[in-house]
């Protein structure tokens, strides 16, 4: 007949304890990044605050897409409230915004620019020849050389920028009429000079 001592039995219940804490370990962090999975899908992507809201545009001098001997700087956003647009032939979300740029473009007092972003000159010049311009002028930035300071991470963005050069508002995805209407309109006229 064998006899564990007090001891033995203490250390064999100490193990087991310890073996099942290291068993919940994998379970502990399944739990944790199912949580954060769980949050994160609760997030609207397009309401990522940007670094740049209420800080001058980044300084970025292009050739236009329609006229490569003619550079785009950031002179183009001063004196007036302008919606900068990062489009692209390729986007989808882009074509489906357009006729909405038009109409901004035409019965409003904003300048639109565009911001051609990722795409190729000779296709970006066939979709506005094809849907209509709704731009000023558009800055060409194939590389995404500029894109990159002004944090674009994909097409379509939208800033408004303010008389002064300030970035005061960033909006991701489409802009279509709702959009416009609640919230980029009350901050472009926010931001518009008054008249005396």
Same mark, same amino acid.
């Given at each position: 007949? *064998?006899? *564990?001592?007090?001891?033995?039995? #203490?250390?064999?219940? &100490?193990?087991?304890? &310890? ?6 370990? @994998?379970?502990?962090? =399944? ?6 999975? =769980?949050?994160?899908? $609760?997030? /609207? @992507?397009? &309401? ?11 300084? =970025?001098?292009?050739?236009?897409? /329609?006229? @490569?001997?003619? +550079?785009? #700087?950031?002179? !183009?956003?001063?004196? &007036? ?10 986007? @989808? ?9 038009? $109409? !901004?473009?035409?019965?409003? /007092?904003? $300048?639109?620019?565009?911001?051609? %972003?990722?795409? *190729? ?5 066939? +979709? ?21 300071? %002004? ?6 963005? #939208? =800033? ?37």
């Amino acid at each position: 007949m *064998t006899t *564990t001592t007090p001891s033995a039995t #203490t250390a064999a219940k &100490k193990a087991a304890t &310890k073996a099942k804490r290291r068993a919940l370990i @994998p379970l502990a962090i =399944f739990m944790a990044l199912a949580a954060l999975l =769980f949050y994160g899908l $609760q997030l /609207d @992507p397009r &309401k990522v605050p940007s670094p740049l809201v209420n800080k001058p545009a980044p300084v =970025f001098e292009l050739e236009s897409l /329609d006229d @490569p001997s003619r +550079m785009v #700087t950031n002179e !183009i956003l001063m004196g &007036k409230v302008s919606l900068v647009n990062v489009w692209a032939s390729w986007c @989808p979300s882009c074509r489906q915004e357009h006729g909405e740029l038009m $109409q !901004i473009a035409r019965n409003n /007092d904003v $300048q639109v620019v565009g911001f051609n %972003w990722k795409d *190729t000159r000779p296709e970006a010049l066939e +979709m506005l020849r094809r849907y209509g311009n709704p731009y000023v002028v558009s800055a060409y930035d194939p590389d995404n050389r500029y894109g990159l300071h %002004w944090g674009v991470y994909g097409a379509p963005e #939208t =800033f408004v920028v303010d008389g002064e050069g300030i970035i005061r508002y960033k909006h991701i995805g489409p802009v279509d009429r709702n959009v416009w209407e609640t919230t980029i309109r009350p901050i472009v006229e926010q931001y518009r000079p008054q008249s005396s």
